[in-house]
């Protein structure tokens, strides 16, 4: 069953002018409808064409395939984490770069909130243990990076708990670079009118309402802290042996292509075709906290 979610409108600041958003209403409004995909700063007015993303999307996964069995035949590891507000595209970019792998050797990680157990240890030990085996390629749905960010501001961590996060997480991205790990942060940005439109569409689809949650409506009035938080830990934690990767992800299709383009490039696997990659969209994928500036 889908979880209840209770019915209330948020007033909204959003351009300078006061908003009233109730994601139950089932029309959506249009100043959400005709500024979505262009929020935040998006460089497109258009999304991808389907038959062009399908046919892109296709060459990728042949290169996907063709990496896992090089990871199989050599033991490399791949990790990936992929972060981003709500509605951002996690789940989505994780099941096109996994939908034709092997899924012996290429597994989700999507950890759900702690139990006392896990609450009581070491924050990071919990992660450590989904880390990857020889050949295994491990694909973080949220990651330790909870604690930089949904953490902090929903009150679920002490300040001081937040400020050791900040200053641990280079030091255990050193070791992991320093294992021969191939390591990927992924962050997957979008504007705000898009996270209200998606929340839109999951309410008031049958298929996607399990998608929204409490601290999905919790989230509505908190952009600025989120975003601030974000900021924050792309500065802390951006470094040269564990980089974050920024996706600008308003449009789905664009996000996932440019994402998997990104690691195929960047790992020489076996009987590679640069060709059939392509070449990134610089005007989507960027690298570090500068990039959304």
């Known amino acids: 069953m889908a979880e209840d979610v209770e019915s209330r409108a948020?007033?909204?600041?959003?351009?300078?002018?006061?908003?009233?958003?109730?994601?139950?209403?089932?029309?959506?409004?249009?100043?959400?409808?005709?500024?979505?995909?262009?929020?935040?700063?998006y460089p497109y007015n258009k999304k991808l064409k389907e038959d062009e993303y399908?046919?892109?999307l296709k060459k990728l996964q042949v290169e996907l395939v063709k990496l896992q069995f090089w990871l199989q035949a050599t033991g490399k590891r791949v990790m990936a984490l992929f972060e981003g507000r709500d509605a951002a595209g996690k789940g989505g970019a994780i099941s096109a770069s996994s939908a034709h792998m092997n899924p012996r050797l290429?597994?989700?990680?999507?950890?759900?909130?702690?139990?006392?157990?896990?609450?009581?240890?070491?924050?990071?030990?919990?992660?450590?243990?989904q880390f990857p085996t020889a050949g295994e390629f491990v694909l973080f749905d949220r990651s330790w990076y909870n604690r930089a960010g949904v953490e902090p501001v929903m009150g679920f961590c002490t300040p001081k708990q937040y400020e050791d996060f900040l200053e641990q997480a280079p030091q255990i991205e050193k070791v992991i670079a320093h294992e021969g790990i191939f390591f990927f942060k992924f962050y997957l940005d979008i504007g705000r009118e898009m996270q209200l439109k998606r929340f839109h569409d999951r309410r008031h689809d049958p298929l996607k309402v399990w998608k929204l949650s409490s601290m999905d409506i919790a989230a509505l009035t908190k952009w600025d802290d989120y975003s601030e938080k974000r900021d924050r830990m792309l500065k802390k934690t951006h470094t040269e042996f564990a980089p974050w990767t920024v996706v600008r992800a308003n449009d789905k299709r664009r996000a996932r292509i440019n994402?998997?383009?990104?690691?195929?490039?960047?790992?020489?696997?076996?009987?590679?075709?640069?060709?059939a990659i392509g070449k990134l969209d610089d005007k989507i994928i960027g690298f570090g906290p500068d990039f959304l500036k």
């Open 54 to 56: 399908l046919d892109d």
């Open 106 to 129: 290429a597994r989700v990680v999507a950890l759900t909130k702690p139990t006392d157990r896990e609450a009581g240890q070491w924050y990071f030990q919990r992660y450590v243990a």
């Open 10 to 41: 948020v007033e909204l600041e959003i351009g300078g002018k006061k908003r009233i958003f109730d994601v139950d209403d089932p029309v959506l409004p249009d100043w959400v409808d005709e500024d979505a995909l262009k929020s935040g700063d």
């Open 259 to 275: 994402l998997i383009r990104h690691l195929l490039l960047t790992i020489d696997y076996d009987a590679k075709d640069k060709g």
